[in-house]
């Protein structure tokens, strides 16, 4: 975490230099500002993993000679033939198409979205994958 932290810090000390620079030679407060927030985002990252790190140690990923045995090798129980993360998706794109077209539209993708939403919950209490 503590190179995860410094790569932002980076970030952030690149950010306000640019800004500083566009606001110099543009005069374009907007895009300063829009850059400099920019580079603020990075920092408050930045902040969070260096002072995290300092609190949980040292990790895999911060030793240079680290195997990748090292790490936690539990990273949760993902489906890898499930279908409805394709129809969450699909029903959230209808969901804010409705907004910009039609209203109809949006309580389609609201019944497509709670359907999908049902689906990937209770995948594998029914069907071919209930256990």
Same mark, same amino acid.
């Given at each position: ?14 950010? #306000?230099t640019?800004?500083? %620079? ?5 005069? $374009? @407060?907007?895009?300063?500002? &829009?850059?400099?927030?920019t *580079? ?14 300092? /609190?949980?140690?040292?990790? @895999? ?5 680290? /195997? ?7 990273? *949760?129980?993902?489906? @890898?033939?499930?279908?409805? @993360? ?8 209808? #969901?804010?198409? *409705?907004?910009? #077209?039609?209203?109809?539209?949006? &309580?389609?993708? %609201? ?5 999908? &939403? ?7 209490? /029914? *069907? $071919?994958?209930?256990?």
């Amino acid at each position: 975490m503590n190179i995860g932290g410094k790569l932002f810090a980076y970030g952030a000390l690149l950010y #306000f230099t640019i800004a500083t %620079v566009y606001g110099l030679m543009s005069h $374009d @407060p907007i895009g300063t500002t &829009v850059i400099a927030m920019t *580079g603020g985002l990075a920092f408050l990252v930045a902040f969070y993993s260096l002072f995290t790190s300092k /609190r949980v140690g040292p990790l @895999p990923e911060d030793n240079e000679i680290a /195997r990748i045995e090292d790490a936690d090798t539990d990273y *949760g129980f993902f489906s @890898p033939h499930s279908i409805w @993360p394709l129809a969450l998706g699909f029903s959230t794109f209808l #969901f804010v198409m *409705g907004f910009v #077209f039609a209203n109809w539209l949006a &309580v389609l993708g %609201v019944i497509a979205l709670l359907y999908s &939403v049902f689906g990937l919950i209770f995948e594998y209490y /029914r *069907g $071919d994958f209930a256990n």
